[in-house]
């Protein structure tokens, strides 16, 4: 998909397609009203005729419009003026782009990046509609055997902005956009990938596939006889039920200065939950294939960082792991002592993922890190709070939660940060060792962080916890979200000053 900023009069445009927008009741934009003069009129006689009231994503494909020089035009609801928001944008782009796609325009010139969007720039509005766009387009069809692809589909976009002075604020979003939908689409191939060819080292092979081709990225692969070294027991414990090898993949890349301090991203990398022991539900059960979802975010937003070659430091860990139940399999009542030191009572198996996270996190100390955000699909409690909408957030240092927040908001990718209070922690006490892996049914995804956080003291730490925000359940839309690829990603654009304009 090829995309491009112009700023130029409609009526000029030689085009397959001109989109334009509608506002409600019936009501054409400056655009659509330029466009309008120049057919006589043609346009707003079929408003008044009633083909359209411009509600948000109603769309009327109109042919040879008189006088236009384009093929087609094609008009988008956008609801009532100066209340179109971030949330109907976006909805409005997708509706442009699979009609687009439907229609057998191979290319338009799209005015909607020039709608006023409530508290929102035009770097914004043009970087969401590329994402938005190559996430229309996204589809998974690697393993049928029988492809249907469109048979003209949409190939190249201009978006039109309102002056020449932004059209480098335009390609800057462009450049932004194209490498975050990059690191969304890589995110939502390996979550979407099925257990039986997404294991651990798979995680390893598709972190060695970005370290191949940037001379700036490095993998180690360290597999369980190194964890053993280390003394990650409660890592090693989670896998031990399952015939395929636990794998820590961790992708190193130097953007910035050889002594500046890394930002660590942690991923849960769980290739299938079965519970182990604690065996869950057979029904729904395949979807545990996305509790690798936190090493996919990670990947992605590696990915991301990579193809923007942003100039900081920053270190990505793939915490790939399966849990299986099997003979060798760790049981409830075990006592684990993890590579901190600290020991943990397994009072249930299927909270796995906690016992895999606290060993990595005490790994990355090794690396004196400026910040750790860990990212994983870590507790159903967290799907019960906040749904599918928002990432739990919750961290042990309130500027870097501000921060996460702040790129939340800027990206569309949204978060909600729940407390980490010390009273949560008496509810992880054991009578046999430091604490258990589970503090009962009340507040499990605040107790689920607690626990983490007793690995975390040495460092400014964050967990995201994506439970209802890594993959969409059920239906044709089934699949990998690509979240919190977008949030990530602008934390670290953030990070490294880099403004709308692409310069620190």
């Not at 390996?190 to 596939?209: K, S």
């Not at 501000?402 to 008496?426: M, V």
Request: with cysteine.
């Amino acid at each position: 998909m090829e995309f491009s900023v112009k700023s130029g009069s409609p009526e000029k445009q030689r085009s397959a397609c001109i989109v334009v927008g509608v506002y409600e009741p019936r009501r054409l934009s400056p655009i659509g009203e330029q466009l309008d003069k120049i057919s006589d009129g043609y346009i707003s006689n079929l408003l008044r005729r009633g083909d359209l009231e411009g509600k948000p994503g109603q769309v009327l494909l109109l042919h040879h419009v008189p006088n236009v020089l384009s093929e087609r035009v094609l008009l988008v609801g956008c609801g009532k003026e100066r209340e179109l928001d971030d949330k109907q944008y976006k909805q409005i782009i997708s509706k442009t782009i699979n009609t687009l796609n439907e229609t057998g325009s191979m290319e338009a010139v799209c005015f909607l990046t020039e709608q006023h969007v409530k508290s929102r720039d035009t770097y914004w509005k043009v970087r969401q509609a590329v994402e938005t766009t190559q996430d229309c387009l996204y589809t998974f069809n690697q393993l049928k055997s029988k492809k249907s692809d469109p048979r003209r589909p949409l190939r190249k976009i201009v978006f039109n902005v309102p002056t020449r002075r932004e059209l480098t604020i335009g390609e800057s979003a462009i450049e932004h956009g194209l490498a975050i939908a990059a690191g969304s689409k890589l995110c939502k191939d390996v979550a979407n990938m099925p257990p039986n060819i997404c294991n651990p080292a798979y995680l390893g092979e598709q972190a060695q596939e970005i370290a191949d081709n940037f001379d700036n990225v490095t993998v180690d692969i360290i597999g369980e006889e190194k964890m053993a070294e280390l003394g990650m027991n409660s890592y090693l414990a989670v896998g031990r039920g399952s015939a395929n090898e636990s794998v820590m993949s961790v992708i190193n890349y130097q953007g910035g200065d050889k002594d500046q301090a890394p930002i660590v991203l942690v991923g849960k990398g769980l290739t299938f939950d079965s519970g182990g022991i604690s065996i869950k539900p057979g029904e729904a059960m395949d979807e545990m294939k996305y509790d690798m979802g936190g090493a996919a975010g990670v990947i992605g937003t590696m990915r991301a960082l990579v193809q923007m070659q942003l100039p900081i430091n920053v270190v990505g860990v793939l915490a790939g792991c399966e849990n299986m139940p099997g003979s060798n399999a760790y049981r409830p009542g075990d006592i684990l002592t993890t590579m901190s030191g600290q020991t943990v009572e397994v009072l249930n198996t299927d909270a796995e993922g906690r016992l895999v996270l606290c060993d990595a996190l005490t790994y990355v100390e090794r690396f004196e890190p400026d910040t750790v955000v860990d990212v994983a699909t870590l507790t159903g409690a967290c799907i019960i709070a906040l749904g599918s909408h928002a990432t739990g957030l919750l961290s042990n240092h309130n500027p870097l939660a501000h921060d996460l927040l702040k790129a939340s908001e800027q990206s569309g990718d949204r978060a909600w940060q729940l407390p980490l209070w010390d009273d949560y922690q008496e509810q992880l006490e054991s009578p046999f060792a430091d604490f258990t892996n589970l503090g009962g049914r009340a507040a499990g995804t605040i107790t689920a962080a607690c626990f983490l956080s007793k690995f975390t003291k040495k460092y400014n730490w964050a967990h995201l916890d994506i439970a209802g925000t890594a993959w969409r359940s059920g239906g044709k839309n089934k699949g990998a979200t690509g979240r919190p690829v977008p949030m990530l990603t602008q934390y670290l654009l953030n990070r490294a000053g880099v403004s709308e304009a692409g310069h620190d």
